[in-house]
């Protein structure tokens, strides 16, 4: 049975940072991208960063760039958002999910909420 497992969320001051987790099991996950997502209230859900299997690859979606970085640990089975200089408008729930070819499974969510 697969699962992914978000941690790290919670609430922040504007300006303030947090690292999510993802970490998963039930899976081959050194061969499967990550994504993290968030879907806020109102809004359609955003594909927030992307990482590639081997980690050598990344991409983040423009609102976020430089401040947002994923990254991942393979003998860990983690992929991680580290999230700095967080702002109101991305208080959201956070979703990781694991891809491969047709393959997808995703995250429970964690709920991001950025408030002073």
């Known amino acids: 049975q697969v699962q992914l497992v978000e941690s790290g969320g919670g609430l922040v001051q504007p300006g303030g940072s947090l690292r999510l987790s993802c970490t998963a099991s039930?899976?081959?996950?050194?061969?499967?991208?990550m994504s993290w997502y968030r879907h806020a209230p109102g809004k359609e859900r955003e594909l927030v960063a992307t990482?590639?299997?081997?980690?050598?690859?990344?991409s983040n979606t423009e609102s976020v760039n430089g401040r947002f970085t994923i990254s991942r640990d393979n003998p860990k089975n983690t992929v991680y958002l580290q999230m700095n200089t967080l702002k109101p408008e991305d208080t959201a729930v956070y979703y990781c999910?694991?891809?491969?070819?047709?393959?997808?499974?995703w995250g429970q969510g964690i709920q991001v909420t950025v408030s002073s």
């Open positions: 999910k694991a891809f491969l070819q047709f393959l997808q499974y």
């Open positions: 039930g899976l081959a996950f050194g061969r499967y991208a």
């Open positions: 990482i590639s299997s081997d980690g050598y690859s990344t």
